[in-house]
């Protein structure tokens, strides 16, 4: 059963149609892929989705519920956290105190020791217990994208939205991170959408995918044929996967 849903999404900027009728469905417990050329669309559904962008038709529907009227910051309460295409942590704050930001919106009605150890804990989840006390400023960039990671992780969603996870890290890093993408998915029983432009990550990783190309859905599937369609061959992968 789909625990998200985007249907028939439309929005225009100006003249631009950056989403043309999408619709796409991400079962419950599932990895899901957004995949598609740069311009796609892809960032914009992220961004319709958490309600950063109001559509000009169509739905987002969570758990059965339309996100269409849903306030931004209200949509994470609901359970929807992302991470983003560029970093956006705040520099001069300490990694822990980064990670206490995304966990505010699940604090209410806690004591704040008890907020501060599951931030630790989230911390330590993705490997970076270790630099909790320092300033994000500095750290290294694998290392920051795990903290924006942990960061959204801390407001304890059910669906998590990861733009670009893998983009800048070596390959080494790219394999952890499956492993650490999977793992977080099994531990905290975490449904996932992700934007990626590392095909082989995402071939392996995702359970579906779904490729955009100019704001239109081209292909959907499992990786095995969205890899071999010609459609998406000819509009994104080119000679990468087609053989």
Same mark, same amino acid.
Do not use: W
């Given at each position: 059963?789909?625990?998200?849903?985007?249907?028939?999404?439309?929005?225009?900027?100006?003249?631009? $149609?950056?989403?043309?009728?999408? =619709?796409?469905?991400?079962?419950? #417990?599932?990895?899901?892929?957004?995949?598609? @050329?740069?311009?796609?669309?892809?960032?914009?559904?992220?961004?319709? /989705?958490? &309600?950063?962008?109001?559509?000009?038709?169509?739905?987002? /529907? %969570?758990?059965?519920?339309?996100?269409?009227?849903?306030?931004?910051?209200?949509?994470?309460?609901?359970?929807? !956290?992302?991470? %983003?295409?560029?970093?956006?942590?705040?520099? &001069?704050?300490?990694?822990?105190?980064?990670?206490?930001?995304?966990?505010? $919106?699940? =604090? &209410?009605?806690?004591? +704040?020791?008890? $907020?501060?150890?599951?931030?630790? +804990?989230?911390?330590?989840?993705?490997?970076?217990?270790?630099?909790?006390?320092?300033?994000? *400023?500095?750290?290294?960039?694998?290392?920051?994208?795990?903290?924006?990671?942990?960061?959204?992780?801390?407001?304890? @969603?059910?669906?998590?939205?990861?733009?670009? @996870? !893998?983009? #800048?890290?070596?390959?080494?890093? $790219?394999?952890?991170? *499956?492993?650490?993408?999977?793992?977080? &998915?099994?531990?905290?029983?975490?449904?996932?959408?992700?934007?990626?432009?590392?095909?082989?990550?995402?071939?392996?990783?995702?359970?579906?995918?779904?490729?955009?190309? %100019?704001?239109?859905?081209?292909?959907?599937?499992?990786? !095995?044929?969205?890899?071999?369609?010609? *459609?998406?061959?000819?509009?994104?992968?080119? #000679?990468?996967?087609?053989?």
């Amino acid at each position: 059963m789909a625990l998200l849903t985007l249907d028939q999404a439309r929005l225009r900027f100006g003249g631009i $149609v950056a989403l043309d009728d999408v =619709s796409l469905a991400v079962e419950e #417990g599932s990895i899901a892929g957004l995949i598609g @050329p740069n311009g796609a669309g892809k960032t914009t559904a992220f961004n319709a /989705i958490t &309600r950063l962008y109001r559509l000009d038709s169509g739905d987002v /529907i %969570f758990d059965g519920r339309s996100l269409r009227h849903t306030r931004p910051s209200r949509v994470v309460r609901l359970g929807i !956290a992302r991470t %983003f295409q560029n970093l956006e942590l705040f520099p &001069r704050l300490t990694v822990l105190e980064n990670v206490l930001v995304g966990a505010h $919106v699940s =604090s &209410r009605f806690r004591r +704040e020791r008890d $907020v501060r150890r599951d931030a630790l +804990e989230t911390l330590a989840a993705v490997g970076c217990a270790e630099h909790a006390n320092r300033p994000a *400023a500095g750290l290294p960039f694998g290392t920051l994208k795990r903290v924006e990671l942990a960061r959204a992780l801390a407001a304890k @969603p059910r669906v998590l939205l990861l733009d670009e @996870p !893998a983009g #800048g890290l070596n390959h080494e890093e $790219v394999d952890e991170l *499956a492993g650490l993408i999977r793992h977080l &998915r099994d531990e905290r029983e975490l449904t996932i959408l992700l934007v990626e432009h590392h095909m082989r990550l995402v071939m392996q990783l995702c359970d579906h995918v779904h490729v955009l190309d %100019f704001g239109k859905t081209i292909a959907s599937g499992i990786p !095995a044929h969205v890899q071999r369609d010609p *459609a998406v061959i000819e509009a994104y992968l080119g #000679g990468e996967l087609a053989a």
